[in-house]
């Protein structure tokens, strides 16, 4: 049971990271990216756009979260 366990630590650690909001992001982004490509639209902008997105946010929590100590 702890190899399994320590399996699943490893797959939550490398998956999610630091912030899960940036992981559940990308998945949303990829959610949404396929879901327009099924309605035909040409979506390969929105995965580059919302990683950008992603990035400031997650990095503006990171500078307020040191701000504060």
Known sequence: ???LRAFGA???DFLVGDDWRVALGVVVSLAACAGLVQAGVDAWWLLPV???VLLGLSLRRAV???RKG
């Open 10 to 12: 490893f797959w939550y």
């Open 64 to 66: 307020a979260a040191a």
């Open 1 to 3: 049971m702890n190899r």
């Open 50 to 52: 919302a990683v950008a």
